[in-house]
């Protein structure tokens, strides 16, 4: 069962009533795990542009999208790797700044991960 977002703001987000403080990914069992953010910041030097090592660790088998919200200012993308590892793997993935991000995750049908950056 997908959890809810109830709400974010800069710097947590509340999933199911539980505040979490740091970026999330939502499994496709409902389970909310903490981002890796090293597998990128190794080859990026930052978390915001998510590198292909990344994308394995985010990706499901079985998924059929990804939503990223993409921080509160919009500011995280997918490097060309993991755009193209997504498409291989005919994941689709919708980018959005985090809030707008939150109502898409709650409207969403069908079998979906989710991350969520909380910052920035």
């Known amino acids: 069962m997908r959890p809810h977002i109830d709400a974010s703001e800069f710097g947590s987000i509340t999933v199911d009533g539980q505040v979490y403080d740091h970026d999330i990914v939502i499994r496709l069992n409902g389970q909310v795990k903490k981002r890796k953010k090293k597998l990128s910041k190794r080859v990026y030097g930052t978390s915001h ?57 709650n409207e969403a049908h069908g079998k979906g991960i989710g991350l969520f950056h909380v910052t920035c």
């Open 49 to 105: 542009t998510i590198s292909r090592d990344e994308a394995e660790q985010i990706y499901e088998r079985g998924a059929e999208w990804l939503i990223i919200g993409t921080g509160q200012y919009d500011t995280v993308r997918l490097s060309p790797e993991a755009e193209a590892f997504f498409a291989e793997a005919r994941c689709q993935v919708r980018l959005m700044a985090t809030p707008r991000a939150l109502a898409a995750w």
